[in-house]
Nanobody, 118 residues
Framework: QVQLVESGGGLVQPGGSLRLSCAASGSIFNIYTMGWYRQAPGKQRELVAIITSGGSTNYADSVKGRFTISRDNAKNTVYLQMNSLKTEDTAVYYC????????????WGQGTQVTVSS
């Protein structure tokens, strides 16, 4: 029903920057909260950032001040700007969409690898 495709991951040195993109298959941002999660090998998936249809945001403490989530409703796309990257940020990053009205459906993208290494 809703498909999410992430892009923009890659290899970057500590202190560098990357911008991740998540494109949705349809016009969904008016009723969906969007988010970014990440999962490192052997660890649980964790929330990185969320943004509502109205533009309100929230971030994990570990990325506050370094990452910025944004959305372009006309393009049905959400972004994650990542600055001052650390080796601890290495993970697969997943896009998430959650419908805010009934039914409360949740969708996930396939993920994009981010590797921070010297």
């Amino acid at each position: 029903q809703v498909q999410l495709v992430e892009s923009g991951g890659g290899l970057v040195q500590p202190g560098g920057s990357l911008r991740l993109s998540c494109a949705a298959s349809g016009s969904i941002f008016n009723i969906y909260t969007m988010g970014w999660y990440r999962q490192a090998p052997g660890k649980q998936r964790e929330l990185v950032a969320i943004i509502t249809s109205g533009g309100s945001t929230n971030y994990a403490d570990s990325v506050k001040g370094r990452f910025t989530i944004s959305r372009d409703n006309a393009k049905n796309t959400v972004y994650l700007q990542m600055n001052s990257l650390k080796t601890e940020d290495t993970a697969v990053y997943y896009c998430n969409a959650r419908r805010v009205t009934f039914p409360t459906l949740v969708y996930w993208g396939q993920g994009t690898q981010v590797t921070v290494s010297s």
